[in-house]
């Protein structure tokens, strides 16, 4: 049996409840369909997608979860083979599926104003000898109200909290031969649209040619967590589901923690679990429990432990469960990233409650292949872990900032994210994904701050250096893959993109009062007036894309930046300070300001725009501890409290709590892979493994990822994951040569560990070194030119070497290109 390609033409059509449904609400329809067999196929494939989310069943296994996040204008399908679930007779295909109502993190609405893209809808696709498992006539659906949420709160409050009430549901619908009473006849979903036709199978307004989602299954391990406790907190006045449990976590810190028995003693005894996973997680929760019917689970799910002290950036993530009576299981139906669930069963009770086998199945991107990283420096080993771990937790369907609170996929963040995962993983997919789902500009050429959910949907201002990271994420992947066709799709988006700077150019060539959110990170930076950063910033996406359009032959587009760049470059002048051999921030009224970072001077490094006998002299000044602060315009400093700070951003006040004329602004944990990148341009990578040593203050207390910021924020957040991109291009210096010819450098720094060994991911294979000494090993599946420590260039053909790194002398030689991994434009 075979479907005829991603592209055939589609039998399903879309379909919907019957039944009356709330489209301004989350709500969940059930659909199922028999399929009866005299023999089981030894194939049977099928392609499916859902507004907005669906569970797929067959014979009661699940088989997959999707659609992957997307706009509604390009969405996508997922592929399954069914076949291995199938038996002889009937087989019952069941899919649960999500329509969330309200946008949130990983959802964008569609802007249908009726029919088709305002409700729960199911599409399913099936071979021509199935005609039935096709959406149409023989669908059945039923909404089930066992489903409920409380309205989301802000950014923190990202997702819809479930609440579940298991005496409304009966879960037999997933596997009965025969459905259940309330199951009726589907109705097609169609687009009411002028000129629509009533259609309702692909390619349909508003999801258009249903595409396929191009990348793996999401998976990962089932974790059992390293602690379990039990509480008894007293009363807790009853509120949403995750508050309630937030004031009896408060509560509880006042009483003595039992480690005795998992169950409740009396029915005005209200008991308070919590299970630590010693990390951070990401996936869906599930526990058994035996529970007397209506006994009310509230669950949330924590980062670190509750500190009722410190709730202002307090996850707001978690479910209620309503038990149905005796034993039960929850499996939540949304992903959520913990470290900690604390589970709070209130009065009344009417018997003992038990919690058993709670655990987390994590559902993540894989990590394929056999990118490694291993050092006799077990501290720069630990950094690289934890920055692909921490990346790890932040790629799913898109790359997102953390697991814990948000889950937006944010455009500037996935700028590190790719440069880690070319490093660490050798399926590049997900890296494609993010920057096309990404080439989302506004009308005016601007990209989101965030894409595919609630802040591209409601058209909000955006973050304009994000626009500029999504681009240099374009050129990394470029210089990588060398997927030039890929590329060539992504330039007419930058190239708009860049030209809306064009308006804020002064006449001299710097960028002035730039509009809209400049975060460059949360260090406390200036970008008003002329911003040197921004400038600096916008020099290096023209230099950048006039790159990416020479190599796809768009030769006038590389003419045009290159020249803005060479407009640039003197005009930069304008913010040096010849007094402290420094960049300043911002240029006001003409006068200059004193505030000097590391963002600024690292941006006109890497920007090319610093000339080269200043190169060393600002890099050592930027890395001189001694002069270095880290203040944030988000958290306390020694003389300025937080509530004074947030009221002072609200206010739109930028309050100097620093001695500004002395001391450099340090960059946070983002912004930190711009300084390192330009320590490394100004010939001083030497100096970044000890500037890496700086990451292990978030490695304690069991946690093995990065944190948001030094001070404050997340446990496990993306866009810090630095040290594992930099160990391996700055450090090892192990990088693509450049665009138009496919080789790479190796440029190890010299006495950075005793031995160091990695194996890197090209788009030909893994690319293995190993540096014991001065004595280079390289086994490369494509060509390298090796920089050695006297300054020589070592030119070899794809094959094994071995060269002595102080003296370029060639040690052994073996020319043959070693086998490859098979691997075609960049994919696994």
């Known amino acids: 049996m075979q479907l005829e390609g991603d592209r055939a033409s589609w039998r399903g059509g879309w379909v919907g409840a019957p039944q009356s449904v709330d489209g301004s609400r989350l709500h969940r329809v059930a659909f199922r369909t028999r399929v009866d067999l005299a023999t089981t196929p030894t194939s049977l494939p099928i392609r499916i997608s859902a507004d907005s989310r669906y569970v797929l069943w067959v014979n009661g296994r699940e088989i997959g979860r999707g659609p992957v996040r997307g706009q509604p204008y390009r969405w996508t399908f997922d592929s399954y083979d069914i076949a291995p679930d199938l038996t002889v007779g009937v087989n019952v295909v069941a899919v649960l599926v999500t329509f969330y109502g309200s946008e949130n993190a990983i959802w964008q609405r569609s802007r249908a104003v009726d029919g088709l893209g305002t409700r729960a809808a199911l599409v399913v696709d099936a071979p021509s000898d199935q005609p039935g498992l096709s959406t149409g006539g023989d669908w059945l659906a039923q909404p089930l109200d066992a489903w409920s949420t409380t309205p989301a709160r802000g950014l923190l409050g990202a997702l819809p909290i479930e609440i579940l009430d298991q005496r409304l549901l009966n879960d037999a619908w997933k596997t009965a031969p025969a459905a259940s009473a309330g199951f009726a006849p589907v109705g097609s979903a169609h687009a009411t649209h002028p000129g629509s036709s009533r259609r309702s199978r692909p390619p349909v307004y508003p999801y258009g040619a249903l595409r396929p989602r191009g990348m793996a299954p999401l998976e990962g391990a089932v974790v059992s967590p390293d602690v379990a406790r039990v509480t008894r907190p007293g009363p807790v006045d009853e509120h949403t589901p995750v508050d309630t449990v937030h004031r009896a976590l408060s509560a509880a810190a006042q009483w003595r923690d039992e480690q005795g028995p998992e169950q409740s003693t009396g029915p005005a005894d209200p008991i308070l679990w919590t299970f630590d996973f010693g990390r951070v997680l990401s996936g869906f929760v599930e526990f058994d429990f035996e529970a007397p019917e209506g006994t009310v689970l509230d669950l949330a799910y924590l980062e670190r432990s509750f500190d009722p002290s410190k709730t202002r950036y307090l996850p707001v993530a978690g479910a209620r469960v309503i038990a149905s009576g005796g034993r039960g299981r929850f499996r939540a139906l949304e992903t959520n990233g913990l470290r900690i669930v604390a589970v709070l069963a209130t009065p009344p009770l009417r018997g003992a409650v038990t919690i058993q086998q709670l655990r987390v199945h994590e559902h993540l991107y894989p990590i394929s292949g056999g990118a490694s990283y291993s050092s006799s420096d077990a501290d720069l080993e630990r950094l690289w872990r934890a920055g692909r771990r921490t990346v790890h937790l932040n790629s799913v369907d898109a790359f997102t900032d953390c697991p814990t609170r948000e889950q937006r996929a944010w455009v500037g963040d996935a700028v590190v994210h790719t440069a880690v995962q070319l490093v660490a993983n050798e399926d590049w997919r997900l890296i494609e994904r993010h920057l096309e789902m990404s080439d989302s500009p506004r009308p005016d050429g601007m990209l989101p701050m965030s894409v595919a959910g609630d802040i591209e949907s409601a058209g909000r201002y955006s973050i304009p250096d994000w626009s500029l990271h999504w681009l240099h994420a374009v050129w990394l992947y470029a210089r990588t893959s060398k997927r030039a066709e890929f590329i060539r799709a992504r330039l007419p988006t930058a190239e708009r993109m860049l030209t809306w700077f064009e308006q804020y150019m002064t006449p001299d060539g710097v960028l002035t ?98 000339p080269p006998d200043r190169l060393e002299p600002i890099v050592l000044r930027l890395t001189d501890e001694d002069a270095l602060v880290t203040r944030g315009w988000n958290s306390a400093s020694p003389t300025v409290p937080l509530d004074r700070k947030i009221q002072d951003r609200a206010d739109g006040v930028q309050r100097v709590d620093w001695d500004v004329n002395r001391q450099i602004v340090r960059a946070e944990p983002f912004f930190s892979s711009v300084v390192h990148e330009a320590v490394a341009k100004a010939g001083r990578a030497d100096l970044i493994p000890g500037l890496l040593r700086r990451w292990l203050t978030f490695l304690e207390d069991g946690y093995d990822t990065f944190g948001e910021c030094w001070e404050w924020g997340t446990p ?18 192990i990088r693509p040569q450049d665009l138009p010819r496919d080789a790479y450098l190796i440029e190890p720094v010299p006495g950075q560990a005793d031995w160091t060994t990695a194996d890197v991911p090209t788009h030909r294979g893994l690319l293995s070194v190993e540096v014991r000494g001065s004595h280079l090993r390289v086994d490369a599946p494509l060509p390298v030119v090796i920089k050695t420590w006297d300054g020589q260039s070592v030119e070899r053909a794809a094959g094994t070497h071995r060269i002595d790194l102080a003296t370029g002398a060639l040690v052994t030689s073996v020319p043959e290109p070693r086998a490859t991994t098979g691997r075609t434009e960049g994919r696994t």
């Not at 809209?516 to 990170?521: L, N, R």
């Not at 008003?528 to 950048?544: F, H, N, V």
């Not at 470059?569 to 300001?593: K, M, N």
């Not at 496990?716 to 210096?733: E, F, I, K, N």
């Open 716 to 733: 496990a957040h993306g866009w810090s994951s630095t040290p594992t991109s930099d160990l391996v291009r700055h450090v090892l210096g």
């Open 513 to 610: 009062d730039v509009p809209e959110w400049a975060i460059i990170d949360w260090s406390s930076v200036f970008t008003t007036g002329k911003s040197a950063i921004l400038t600096a910033l916008w020099t290096r996406g023209l230099a950048e894309f006039a790159e990416l359009s020479e190599w796809v032959g768009n030769h006038g587009n590389a003419r045009r930046a290159s020249n803005l760049v060479a407009r640039i470059t003197p005009a930069f002048e304008c913010f040096w300070d010849s007094d402290r051999q420094l960049y300043v921030d911002h240029i006001v009224d003409g006068c200059q300001q004193p505030a000097v970072s590391q963002a600024a001077n690292a941006a006109a490094i890497v920007a090319g725009v610093v």
